[in-house]
């Protein structure tokens, strides 16, 4: 079951069971069986799995649970928060700082994106400022040089390797005191890909990590590894101090659950997913917005729970519109944020805006709780902007139109979670029209239904106070 499945599944079961008219153990139960059934589909661990069916039952006991409480959000906050603590090992990783050399050391199996994700990392930072540096300590694989120097040429990012040298331990070491003398503040050394089985090249990278003593080890994992993800990250584990995981080919059709649980096993968080392969198709992973996200978010995860706590969490935001909002577009914005009508044409907008990091975009970026961790990020996710424009670009207003009809009912009326719902030759059509994958047209609703419920469902009447009423 590939993760966006693993997703419906449990957000249908969660359904199911609000559904019921009287919560007992019997719905319960049923409940706790199918999501169990999607997890070990998506190749989650079986251990994870039992450990949180055991956890929920412990949090919800249904028979201490007062008639006044509300079990179904009782419960699927339970499920939402085991399955966060599958993806969360409750320790952060080694941060590194900028300005000062840190030395970070990729490992993972051969195949795994960690020479594509090497680049990724030192891209991301380099756009934040960071002084990066590549190391290719992979004297293994004939070519692995050549990937480097030609990822980094085309980042502009420095780099050191060796056609001739063949002890890898002796260029991480040269390369590193390099760019240390060079003033790099992200030192990223490369290794051979290896495989569990691979006595000597395990050997080795831990002569690696030795020579360089890497303030951080991460672990690159693909995320169709399945089962045999606990085994390899084991292996991994013991060999060198994995201090944190990048899971790649997050966007391909892979069940994804045996990677994201190694979590468990290396005792690591996730910090990064890799969604293409191209050189930004990267992204800083969170746990809890992963997961909400997984489950179609809105169902549980409490972020617009912020809306309901009184106006004071509201004066960032007004006073964000007030300071980049000139005077005369401030009336016409607020209107629309009251009335909470938010057509597919002002997400449009948004976006159109975004892209142009225009006052708008700045406005929804400092949307509390939400834009953070929701919102396609400015820089980053400029690209999937631009594809979600195309997208709108080749819908009809007619069609926009209709979409909107479509969402809200799918919203108040049917599982809200997954975006097949809006049907497939529809979805078809609008791939077809604008030349993406129908997947990018699912995506983007997706967004939109994000974007929408809030609009709906929060600000709707909401009375936007005057600058004058607030901070006082
Ligand atoms: P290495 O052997 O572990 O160094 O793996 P490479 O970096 O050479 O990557 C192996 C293949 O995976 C290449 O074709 C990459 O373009 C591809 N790749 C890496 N990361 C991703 C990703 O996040 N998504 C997709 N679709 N492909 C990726």
């Not at 969660?14 to 069986?33: G, H, R």
């Not at 249904?62 to 006044?68: F, I």
């Not at 960071?130 to 004297?139: G, H, Q, Y």
């Not at 980042?155 to 060796?162: N, R, T």
Request: with cysteine; net charge positive.
């Amino acid at each position: 079951m590939v993760l966006a499945q693993l997703g419906g599944s449990i957000s249908r079961a969660i359904q199911q069971m609000s559904n019921a008219t009287i919560i007992d153990e019997k719905v319960l139960n049923e409940c706790l069986n199918e999501i169990t059934r999607a997890l070990l589909q998506s190749d989650v661990q079986f251990k994870l799995v039992r450990d949180m069916q055991t956890n929920i039952k412990k949090i919800v006991n249904l028979d201490d649970l007062a008639a006044g409480h509300n079990k179904r959000k009782i419960i699927q906050q339970a499920i939402f928060n085991e399955l966060c603590t599958i993806l969360d090992p409750g320790k952060p990783s080694f941060t590194p700082k900028k300005g000062k050399a840190s030395v970070i050391m990729f490992v993972g199996l051969q195949g795994s994106g960690k020479t594509t994700t090497c680049t990724k990392y030192a891209y991301y930072h380099q756009k934040k400022g960071w002084k990066p540096a590549l190391v290719c300590a992979d004297t293994f694989r004939a070519g692995a040089f050549d990937q480097l120097k030609q990822n980094a040429t085309k980042a502009k990012i420095p780099f050191y390797g060796s056609y001739t040298e063949s002890d890898p331990v002796r260029i991480a070491i040269e390369g590193v005191e390099r760019f240390k003398q060079e003033n790099c503040d992200l030192i990223i050394v490369d290794t051979s890909g290896r495989h569990k089985q691979e006595a000597s090249l395990f050997e080795e990278m831990r002569q690696v990590a030795e020579a360089t003593k890497p303030d951080l080890v991460i672990f690159v994992m693909d995320s169709s590894i399945g089962q045999a993800a606990f085994d390899q990250s084991q292996a991994f584990k013991q060999s060198v101090s994995v201090g944190a995981v990048i899971i790649t080919k997050m966007d391909g059709h892979a069940k994804g659950g045996g990677a994201l649980s190694a979590v468990a096993t290396t005792k690591s968080p996730v910090i990064f997913i890799g969604t293409g392969e191209h050189i930004d198709e990267f992204e800083v992973f969170d746990v809890k917005p992963f997961v909400s996200r997984l489950l179609g978010m809105l169902l549980l995860f409490p972020v617009f729970d912020i809306f309901e706590s009184g106006m004071g969490d509201w004066s960032g935001f007004m006073d964000k519109i007030h300071e980049v909002v000139p005077m005369d577009q401030q009336p016409k914005l607020l209107q629309k944020l009251s009335e909470g009508n938010f057509t597919l044409r002002i997400m449009y907008e948004l976006y159109q805006n975004l892209l142009k990091m225009g006052p708008i975009g700045q406005v929804f970026s400092m949307l509390p709780g939400y834009s953070a961790e929701l919102m396609p990020k400015g820089h980053e996710s400029q690209a999937k902007l631009k594809r979600f424009t195309t997208i709108m670009d080749s819908m009809t207003n007619e069609g926009k139109q209709k979409m909107l009809f479509i969402w809200f009912y799918l919203l108040h009326k049917l599982d809200n979670s997954n975006p097949k719902l809006m049907t497939e030759s529809r979805i078809m059509r609008i791939a077809r029209g604008s030349g993406q994958p129908p997947r990018e047209v699912m995506d983007m609703l997706y967004e939109y239904k994000c974007l929408a419920k809030v609009f709906w469902s929060k600000m709707k009447g909401l009375k936007i106070p005057k600058k004058s009423e607030m901070s006082a």
